[in-house]
């Protein structure tokens, strides 16, 4: 049970860092909505790519927990869009649209996953990964349905972006404090 706890609380580590590092990128198309296509493009694949490798790994190292079973699927994804973005980053605008909004869809489908685990073990942070996914799907239909076209609509973005990180990171901060009475439900 040690080595499983010890995976989660690096698992959730990491969640954390990563949704830190996303904020600071909405924050930053936040601010800088002028950026080049080149720079935005790099900026997204990379992290498209290096969100899929945590999910695969998530899966592959924590493959007992019944909440990440289904993340080998969504890093597969997130790797395929961010190979994608990375070898056609001055096409960004015309792409990201879709790609950022199918890409949100799939991140909340995920949360909502997880929203049902947590549900059904009567885990008292679900409520914020069900409002986490909430935010996030209605963020990936509103992209999806009216691309962005202007700076006013690339800041909205970076706003939900980084909101919907810093929900994330509250959501990750209860996991981690309740671990241990979490890994004996959901490793059974």
Do not use: C
């Not at 949360?111 to 073990?121: A, E, M, S």
């Not at 909101?163 to 490793?187: E, G, M, Q």
């Amino acid at each position: 049970m040690k080595k499983v706890e010890q995976a989660f609380n690096k698992l959730i580590f990491m969640e954390m860092v990563f949704s830190i590092i996303f904020a600071l990128l909405g924050l930053i198309i936040f601010l800088k909505s002028e950026m080049t296509n080149r720079v935005v493009g790099t900026l997204m694949g990379t992290f498209f790519v290096i969100s899929g490798i945590m999910s695969i790994t998530s899966f592959v190292d924590k493959n007992k927990i019944k909440l990440f079973h289904y993340n080998i699927i969504f890093g597969i994804l997130s790797i395929i869009i961010g190979i994608f973005i990375l070898f056609s980053p001055l096409s960004i605008i015309n792409s990201i649209n879709i790609i950022l909004g199918i890409w949100l869809t799939i991140t909340s489908i995920n949360k909502i996953v997880y929203f049902i685990y947590l549900k059904k073990i009567k885990e008292e942070s679900n409520k914020l990964f069900l409002v986490s996914a909430i935010l996030l799907l209605f963020l990936g239909i509103m992209i999806i349905v009216n691309p962005f076209r202007s700076i006013v609509i690339t800041k909205t973005i970076g706003l939900f972006i980084m909101l919907y990180n810093a929900v994330n990171i509250n959501s990750l901060v209860l996991l981690k404090r309740r671990a241990k009475n979490l890994l004996k439900l959901i490793t059974k």
